[in-house]
């Protein structure tokens, strides 16, 4: 059965950094591509970037120049460097990955459990 977990979040001061890891655990599938999600409270879980086994890239537009999204494809790990955050990237982050076929049907296959980042002075 294949997991994933994450790690990396917290608290951080306004323009601040934090680096998110997502690792893979279980094996029998191949992933087209990984990415990261967010969700705020009373908001609707939004993609935050992802990225593909190609290396093709693809951020909502509030994060651009800010984050970027990284893979090793070997280890079937993601991670999501974070920096000059702001208030408004406070939310649960949660890791994701797709099957070739979910990915072109724009779905996920597996999630993470999540993890908090506060940004906050």
């Known amino acids: 059965q294949v997991h994933l977990v994450e790690s990396g979040g917290g608290l951080v001061q306004p323009g601040g950094s934090l680096r998110l890891s997502c690792a893979r655990s279980g094996g029998g599938v191949s992933f087209h591509a990984m990415g990261w999600y967010r969700q705020a409270p009373g908001k609707q879980r939004e993609l935050v970037a992802s990225i593909t086994t190609g290396g093709a890239t693809n951020y909502q537009d509030s994060v651009k120049g800010r984050f970027t999204i990284s893979r090793n494809r070997a280890k079937d790990t993601v991670y999501l460097q974070m920096n000059s955050l702001k208030p408004e990237d406070t939310a649960v982050y949660y890791c994701?990955?797709?099957?070739?076929?979910?990915?072109?049907?724009?779905?996920?296959?597996?999630w993470g459990q999540g993890t908090q980042v506060t940004v906050s002075s």
């Open positions: 994701s990955a797709a099957t070739l076929r979910s990915w072109l049907n724009n779905e996920e296959d597996y």
